[in-house]
Nanobody, 127 residues
Framework: QVQLVESGGGLVQAGGSLRLSCAAS????????MGWFRQAAGKEREFVAA????????YYADSMKGRFTISRDNAKNTAYLQMTSLKPDDTAVYYC????????????????????WGQGTQVTVSS
């Protein structure tokens, strides 16, 4: 079992930045590939970014490239999503997710690739 707790969401003006954190427990983070997804009201959950177990590989949705950065600190069992140049369209509930049993370089991108999910944190970007 893996428990995930997100934090760092909030209200920010367009153009601003936020850093989301995802604290993992139950397994050491180095055994887990991590991902971030988001779900806006009335829309399906969509992939944001993923990072491999080793941290050497990352993958981003096209609309997030250059603005968002996923990272991890295995010593702290925490993954992060640094978001910059935020837009009102980025408003959503952001979820972190964990996938066990992957290779060191794998970066899962589909919702059904992941075994465990956090409860989500709301990000609201005002115009």
């Amino acid at each position: 079992q893996v428990q995930l707790v997100e934090s760092g969401g909030g209200l920010v003006q367009a153009g601003g930045s936020l850093r989301l954190s995802c604290a993992a427990s139950g397994r050491t983070l180095s055994s887990i590939a991590m991902g971030w997804f988001r779900q806006a009201a009335g829309k399906e959950r969509e992939f944001v970014a993923a990072i491999s177990r080793s941290g050497s590989n990352t993958y981003y949705a096209d609309s997030m490239k250059g603005r968002f950065t996923i990272s991890r600190d295995n010593a702290k069992n925490t993954a992060y999503l640094q978001m910059t140049s935020l837009k009102p369209d980025d408003t959503a509930v952001y979820y972190c997710a964990a996938r066990l049993g992957t290779t060191y370089s794998y970066t899962p991108t589909a919702t059904n690739d992941y075994n465990y999910w956090g409860q989500g944190t709301q990000v609201t970007v005002s115009s």
